[in-house]
């Protein structure tokens, strides 16, 4: 995302928090059925990882020019809080269900995120040399 500057990525960044808040707090009265399975999996949980998949890769965006190693080590523990606050929001809602799969689906999402934004950072790096 080099095209953009720090600060729109920013404020896409606090623009995509808003969503997933809104996201994991709005009441679907089962009329978006998940529960079906794809290759054994639940299909909320293929939905819970790509919501988070993202983060990683915009919050790699936002500090392009650090090492990566600084970054996602110091980035990383505070995106796996977020995911569980997203899930724990459900505990406190009576129309939503609080899943640990959801959560661990949350932070599959942010795995892969972060190795795809390490992924492109070195191929990235590698053309410009």
């Known amino acids: 995302m080099k095209w ?3 600060g729109q ?7 995509y928090i808003s969503i997933i808040i809104v996201l994991m707090l709005i009441k679907t009265d089962g009329k978006i059925k998940l529960a079906e399975t794809i290759w054994g999996f639940r299909g909320d949980h293929f939905v819970h990882s790509s919501i988070f998949i ?3 890769i915009i919050i790699g ?10 970054v996602f ?3 990383l523990p505070f995106a796996i809080l977020f995911a569980a606050f997203c899930e724990s929001l459900h505990i406190f809602l009576p129309y939503r269900t609080f899943s640990i799969f959801d959560f661990f689906a949350n932070c599959i999402g942010l795995g892969m995120g972060l190795g795809l934004s390490i992924l492109v950072r070195k191929l990235l790096g590698e053309r410009r040399k």
């Open 54 to 56: 993202p983060y990683m």
């Open 9 to 15: 990525i920013k404020f896409i960044y606090y623009l």
């Open 61 to 70: 965006s936002i500090y392009s020019k650090e090492n990566n190693q600084f």
């Open 4 to 6: 953009l500057k720090t």
């Open 73 to 75: 080590s110091k980035k």
